[in-house]
């Protein structure tokens, strides 16, 4: 299937070039749900014209049995990116780790607290569809508002605004969906949100992004333009060999890594103060190094830490001096330095 999506895209010339859309198709990926398609536009091009884009789904379509995907590289990875693509929020970053039970909702929520206290509005949109945890660590459960066109207002607690699809589904629901109902949840989640909605538009969004590489991160990719993305990992092989996973999975459809944080990365014990590498020691440490990527820092596994994620109450808001709330600062800074520099790299 994909050498006839190829073929199809031999004779589609992008107007005002001699350029092909089969010269600018950087990466295919075929599975049993979809086929999805990057293609990268010239420096010279900030937008594609949008009949192109539908010829190009047409042309696909014809030869292709499978939901089709098209996103399209609008810039350089190492130019500045200004624009999310998302109304009322100026720049997107994915917090990833392509396995699940690795603590990235927990680290996601309390770096948006951080970032905050550097005068940000910062939202945190959780994009995991049948795991939703932004609930319960916030204690929020009730459906948020809807204008009258059907516009979603978030909710605002803790100085963020908030959206999950635990906030529009009963709290022990299952939700049974497949491919393409997930995928039109999260266009909506990032869509049809009003993240400006009392005036003020988010400086940053963290999408908590679920385990795994398929339909809700090519869904981010196609319809908002990330910053970049924050990689999660414990110093377990299992949990890097899918952190590795995350970061091929990035770099394919040309987003950013702005650097990893080894969670759990040891224990510190309450009486004699002793740490013990309950995994291996470093080993997200390592990654980062083989990977050529920042390690943004280090957490240890903190009991309350784990009791703040269960009680509603972040642990960055309830305990602002603790050693482990100077790391996410420490990270933060990070973080917030290269927004400030509206480049991923450096």
């Not at 109304?87 to 917090?95: E, F, L, N």
Request: aromatic fraction near 6%; hydrophobic fraction near 45%; charged fraction near 20%.
């Amino acid at each position: 299937m994909e050498a006839a999506i190829r073929q199809s895209l031999r004779d589609l010339v992008l107007p005002g070039t001699t350029l092909l859309a089969l010269d600018l198709l950087e990466y295919v990926q075929v599975d049993e749900t979809k086929a999805f398609l990057v293609f990268r536009l010239p420096d010279s091009f900030a937008t594609v014209d949008k009949a192109w884009e539908n010829t190009i789904q047409q042309a696909c379509e014809q030869v292709c049995t499978l939901p089709v995907m098209i996103t399209f590289n609008r810039h350089k990875a190492d130019q500045p990116k200004v624009t999310s693509g998302i109304t009322g929020v100026r720049h997107v970053i994915a917090v990833a780790s392509g396995k699940g039970g690795v603590g990235k909702s927990s680290i996601c929520l309390n770096l948006a607290l951080a970032l905050q206290d550097f005068g940000l509005n910062v939202g945190v949109l959780d994009a995991d569809i049948y795991g939703p945890s932004l609930p319960t660590m916030t204690g929020v459960f009730e459906k948020p508002e809807a204008t009258q066109q059907k516009k979603i207002i978030p909710h605002h607690k803790f100085g963020l605004k908030l959206m999950s699809m635990g906030f529009m589904v009963p709290k022990d629901a299952a939700v049974i969906w497949r491919g393409l109902m997930v995928q039109s949840a999260i266009g909506q989640m990032l869509m049809d949100v009003l993240w400006d909605h009392d005036g003020t538009p988010l400086d940053v969004l963290l999408i908590d992004l679920p385990p795994g590489t398929g339909d809700a991160q090519l869904t981010i990719a196609q319809k908002s333009n990330l910053f970049g993305a924050v990689i999660v990992a414990t110093s377990q092989e299992l949990a890097l060999i899918d952190a590795r996973r995350a970061i091929k999975m990035f770099e394919k459809v040309n987003i950013p890594i702005l650097g990893m944080v080894e969670n759990m990365s040891h224990f510190q014990c309450p009486g004699c103060g002793l740490d013990s590498h309950i995994f291996p020691k470093n080993g997200a440490s390592a990654e980062s190094t083989k990977q050529n990527l920042p390690l943004l820092g280090q957490l240890p596994i903190d009991i309350a830490f784990r009791e703040s994620a269960d009680s509603g109450e972040p642990f960055f808001i309830k305990y602002p001096s603790h050693p482990v709330a100077k790391i996410f600062t420490k990270i933060s800074t990070q973080l917030h330095e290269k927004l400030l520099k509206g480049t991923a790299h450096g």
